[in-house]
């Protein structure tokens, strides 16, 4: 037999997304709402969630606050009514608060920072499981932040680190199952993520992107969409992505 003959060469066709029903947390603003935006130019069905309603964009637009268990139960109950059965979850509803040393974090903060990122998603998971039928995918949304710690991102950084050992865990307890899972983790995007991180500080948010060329929210909506169209006995678990000039959450190399 010749070297590699047994090697199967032929390419297995992408996943054709028409028709498929997804719902979006977190789809008002940034990364959600360009992935909202990819997966409907995808023909994908998507119901958005965020509780800036009247800011979605989406074929379905329902209020949704993550750290809510009521909003959470009602937005899931209209969006699978309005969808008619749920194939992809794209838990991306996120955010930091603050970058001083851990000293200086608060109560309220830490409540926020876990609620959203981490008890958000995980309730947010439970409630969609039940929904999904022989084809499904969950994207979470981790980050840099969520691999390697950085000064000033302590709550933070440990929300992005439960995400991604949550993800990998939900893909041991899901194997077997008819549902891929990724995570997504970015580095420097711009977004009104810095905006919110200081607390509306508009000199504070843009000094952040100053000097580099950070990413784009639809670099990672390209990414997600790469996770869903790889052929069904494909799962990509992780991808990683950053801005060229920046190899840690900490360590970017801006322009003088
Ligand atoms: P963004 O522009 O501030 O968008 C954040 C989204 O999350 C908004 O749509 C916001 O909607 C939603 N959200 C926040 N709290 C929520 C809640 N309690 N319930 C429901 N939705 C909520 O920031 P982004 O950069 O696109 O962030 C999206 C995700 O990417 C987050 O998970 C973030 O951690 C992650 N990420 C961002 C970066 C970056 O550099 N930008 C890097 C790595 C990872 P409402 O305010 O309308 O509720």
């Known amino acids: 037999m010749a070297r590699g003959a047994s090697i199967k060469s032929e390419v297995v066709a992408a996943q054709d997304l028409t028709g498929k029903r997804a719902i979006v947390t977190g789809a008002s603003s940034g990364i959600g709402r360009a992935t909202a935006r990819a997966l409907a130019e995808a023909g994908v069905r998507v119901a958005g969630g965020a509780r800036r309603v009247e800011r979605l964009e989406t074929e379905i637009a329902l209020e949704l606050d993550v750290t809510e268990q009521d909003s959470c139960a009602r937005f899931v109950a209209a969006a699978i009514e309005q969808l008619g059965g749920l194939d992809i979850l794209v838990n991306n509803a996120g955010l930091a608060l603050g970058r001083a040393p851990f000293d200086e974090s608060s109560e309220e903060d830490e409540a926020t920072v876990f609620g959203v990122n981490v008890a958000g998603l995980v309730r947010m998971t439970r409630l969609c499981l039940p929904h999904f039928g022989d084809w499904g995918h969950i994207v979470n949304m981790g980050s840099v932040a969520g691999r390697v710690a950085y000064e000033g991102g302590a709550t ?15 893909r041991e307890d899901l194997l077997g199952r008819p549902i891929r899972i990724t995570t997504v983790d970015p580095g420097l995007t711009e977004t009104e993520f810095s905006l919110v ?13 100053r000097g580099v060329d950070p990413l784009h929210p ?7 969409v790469f996770a869903l169209t790889r052929p069904w006995h494909v799962n990509v678990d992780e991808i990683v992505v950053k801005a060229r000039n920046q190899a840690s959450g900490a360590r970017i190399i801006r322009d003088q």
């Open 156 to 170: 933070y950084v440990a929300a992005k680190f439960a995400e991604r050992g949550f993800t990998y865990a939900l």
């Open 197 to 209: 991180r200081f607390k509306g500080d508009e000199e504070k948010a843009a000094a952040v992107y």
């Open 218 to 224: 639809e670099d990672i909506a390209e990414c997600i």
